[in-house]
């Protein structure tokens, strides 16, 4: 196996496992009645959760069933709509939708024609989407697997990708076939909502995945299996780091309020998320440096796993906002219309 720096990155997804390793050999000291020890322990384990802004501890946080009146509800849920038993056509997904009251709806995982199937149920409901683009249908990618529909008009629509030659360049160790296939598939969707006469970046992402599951499946012994996952692993990193780079890059003068969300495969504290996080070199209003914030760190309480499929529980799904949104509450939901689970929530927005 080839180690290189992803190889190192990798380890933070580990990183919600350790904190509960810590914390468990805390109360372990604790019943030992070896007090010194237990502070210490219990101090390491506090410094590395809020190092990785892993498991906030909001203890009174109370999400609201229905959407508080003058707030801004965000809807971010991969809804694998390119797999068979997702449901996404059908009533029950329509009326949690509906019920659910959000003003922002974004859904990776959604294939064009489920896309336009959603646009005309939730019409009503979201009279502007992504796909009312002109030229969508003309982009030159294998498919369009993300979708924002949105109460407010959205305009200055545009999607970018990333430069393939670099990361032949930069990553010399990834097979060249598998980053040309691949980067047919990376896509970032950019649009401006106008929000009650404020224009607000909206930034739909999903980062490179590291295909655990197609690993395992094709690997003959635990051996080769093992081999395969960390060969996916080290590939979706190094993607991940070049799509965030791009991303932070495009970002980094934006002038609007910005909410940056999607499906980023990989867990808070990554490199990819950070980097994302400070995008922005200056807040243009005040003269200092903006660092979007992550709204499950900020009012969550937990793990908050927006993943559960193949043994693995993981948030890989976030909601990054800037500061002209003021939080007021976040949950994951346990609907399971997916392998993921809906990630929502609420903010006062004050320009």
């Given at each position: 196996m080839l180690l290189t720096q992803e190889t190192f990155e990798m380890t933070f997804l580990a990183t919600p496992f350790v904190i509960m390793a810590l914390a468990g050999v805390t109360l372990m000291l604790l019943l030992l009645r070896f007090w010194n020890a237990a502070l210490i322990m219990a101090l390491l384990t506090l410094l590395v959760n809020g190092c990785t802004e892993q498991i906030p501890l909001h203890l009174t946080n109370q999400f609201p069933a229905e959407k508080p009146a003058g707030t801004l509800r965000v809807l971010e849920y991969n809804i694998?709509?390119?797999?068979?038993?997702?449901?996404?056509?059908?009533?029950?997904?329509?009326?949690?939708?509906?019920?659910?009251?959000?003003?922002?709806?974004?859904?990776?995982?959604?294939?064009?024609?489920?896309?336009?199937?959603?646009?005309?149920?939730?019409?009503?409901?979201?009279?502007?989407?992504?796909?009312?683009?002109?030229?969508?249908?003309?982009?030159?990618?294998?498919?369009?697997?993300?979708?924002?529909?949105?109460?407010?008009?959205?305009?200055?629509?545009?999607?970018?990708?990333?430069?393939?030659?670099?990361?032949?360049?930069?990553?010399?160790?990834?097979?060249?076939?598998?980053?040309?296939?691949?980067?047919?598939?990376?896509?970032?969707?950019?649009?401006?909502?106008?929000?009650?006469?404020?224009?607000?970046?909206?930034?739909?992402?999903?980062?490179?995945?590291?295909?655990?599951?197609?690993?395992?499946?094709n690997g003959n012994g635990k051996r080769q299996k093992v081999h395969n996952i960390y060969e996916n692993m080290q590939f979706g990193y190094a993607y991940r780091g070049e799509e965030s780079r791009s991303i932070a890059d495009s970002l980094r003068n934006c002038p609007n309020p910005l909410i940056v969300c999607g499906d980023f495969n990989d867990v808070s504290g990554a490199k990819c998320i950070r980097t994302i996080q400070n995008c922005r070199a200056k807040n243009v209003h005040e003269g200092h440096r903006d660092r979007l914030s992550d709204a499950w760190w900020r009012g969550g309480q937990g793990f908050g796993f927006t993943f559960a499929a193949q043994k693995l529980r993981l948030r890989l799904d976030h909601i990054l906002y800037s500061k002209e949104f003021d939080l007021q509450g976040v949950c994951v939901d346990t609907v399971s219309f997916s392998d993921h689970r809906p990630l929502i929530a609420d903010f006062k927005f004050n320009p």
């Open positions: 694998c709509g390119k797999v068979e038993y997702a449901p996404v056509h059908g009533a029950p997904f329509i009326e949690y939708v509906k019920n659910l009251n959000a003003d922002l709806l974004f859904l990776p995982e959604n294939t064009i024609g489920t896309a336009h199937g959603l646009e005309r149920m939730l019409r009503e409901t979201y009279p502007y989407s992504l796909h009312d683009f002109p030229g969508f249908e003309e982009l030159s990618v294998v498919y369009a697997d993300l979708s924002i529909y949105s109460r407010y008009p959205l305009s200055n629509f545009r999607s970018y990708h990333l430069d393939m030659e670099k990361i032949k360049r930069d990553h010399p160790y990834l097979p060249k076939e598998d980053v040309e296939f691949v980067g047919n598939y990376m896509i970032v969707y950019e649009a401006t909502a106008d929000i009650d006469g404020t224009p607000v970046t909206l930034v739909h992402v999903h980062l490179r995945t590291n295909s655990y599951d197609s690993a395992k499946s």
